[in-house]
C-alpha cells in the first residue's frame, strides 16, 4: 500500500539553526501539505502546496519557513533559524486532490527538538 | 475565532463495549469532516468522513453522525478492542481548505 515516507525521524538541532525536514508524499498525489503537532497539542496547519506553489498557509508559518518540491518526489519544509517554540512533530501530508473533500494521508512524521 | 473542541479528553472503556467521542466545531461554513486516530509516535490515520449534505455514515465498526444544527460530530465505535487505543481527533474544512484538528480525544481501552 502507498504511503508518505518522511526523514529524519528525529531531528535535534541548536537554536538559530537551518533545518530541512524531507518528504516523499504518495507517488500520484497532487496535493502535499505540512502539518504540526507540539507535545500534547493537537495537530496544526502549516502549508499546502500545489503546482509548485503555496495554495494557502497559515499564521504559524512565517518568513522563517519554506516549502520547495526539489525533484519529482521530495517534498521538503525548511525553517532557516529555529527557535525554541519550533520544537514539535511535524507531519507532511499527501492528497490526490485538494484536501478538503479528499482524503489526506498523512507521513510518520519528524520529531524537532531544538535546543 | 472558528474553532473545533472536544468535550471529553479521555475516555476509558471495557473492552467490547461501544465508544463514542465527540466533536463540537464552530464554523458553519465547513462541509467535510473526518475523524483520525493517531496512535503513540505515529501521524494520524484516516478513519472516517462525512460530508454535510449527510447526517451519518458508516464504516467497519465505526459509524459517523453529523448534526448540523447544533454543530456536532460523533464517533462511535462498536465492540471496542485494545488496539482501538489511541487519541482521536476530529477535523473539518470548508470546502477545498486546510484542514482544522480538533485538540483530541484518548481512548482507552480496559481489556
Known amino acids: 500500500e502507498p504511503e508518505v515516507t518522511q526523514t529524519p525521524s528525529h531531528q535535534v538541532t541548536q537554536m538559530g539553526q537551518e533545518v530541512i525536514l524531507r518528504c516523499v508524499p504518495i507517488?500520484?498525489?497532487?496535493?502535499f501539505y505540512w502539518y504540526r503537532q507540539i507535545l500534547g497539542q493537537k495537530v496544526e496547519f502549516l502549508v499546502s502546496?500545489?503546482?509548485?506553489?503555496?495554495?494557502?498557509k497559515s499564521e504559524i508559518f512565517d518568513d522563517q519557513f519554506s516549502v520547495e518540491r526539489p525533484d519529482g518526489s521530495n517534498f521538503t519544509l525548511k525553517i532557516r533559524s529555529t527557535k525554541l517554540e519550533d520544537s514539535a512533530m511535524y507531519f507532511c501530508?499527501?492528497?490526490?486532490?485538494?484536501?478538503?473533500?479528499?482524503?489526506?494521508?498523512f507521513g510518520p512524521g519528524t520529531r524537532l527538538t531544538v535546543l | 475565532g472558528e474553532s473545533v473542541g472536544l468535550h471529553l479528553p479521555t475516555l476509558s472503556v471495557q473492552e467490547g463495549d461501544n465508544s463514542i467521542i465527540n466533536c463540537a466545531y464552530s464554523?458553519?461554513?465547513?462541509?467535510?469532516f473526518i475523524w483520525y486516530k493517531q496512535e503513540s509516535g505515529k501521524g494520524p490515520q484516516f478513519i472516517i468522513d462525512?460530508?454535510?449534505?449527510?447526517d451519518k455514515r458508516q464504516g467497519q465498526r465505526v459509524t459517523v453522525l453529523l448534526n448540523k444544527t447544533v454543530k456536532h460530530l460523533s464517533l462511535q465505535i462498536a465492540a471496542t478492542q485494545p488496539g482501538d487505543s489511541a487519541v482521536y481527533f476530529c477535523?473539518?474544512?470548508?470546502?477545498?481548505?486546510?484542514?482544522?484538528f480538533g485538540s483530541g480525544t484518548r481512548l482507552q481501552v480496559q481489556p
Open positions: 501530508a499527501s492528497s490526490l486532490l485538494a484536501g478538503g473533500l479528499n482524503e489526506q494521508f
Open positions: 507517488s500520484n498525489h497532487l496535493y
Open positions: 502546496f500545489y503546482n509548485n506553489e503555496i495554495s494557502e
Open positions: 464554523n458553519s461554513a465547513s462541509d467535510y
Open positions: 462525512i460530508r454535510s449534505n449527510m
Open positions: 477535523a473539518e474544512t470548508p470546502g477545498r481548505r486546510a484542514l482544522t
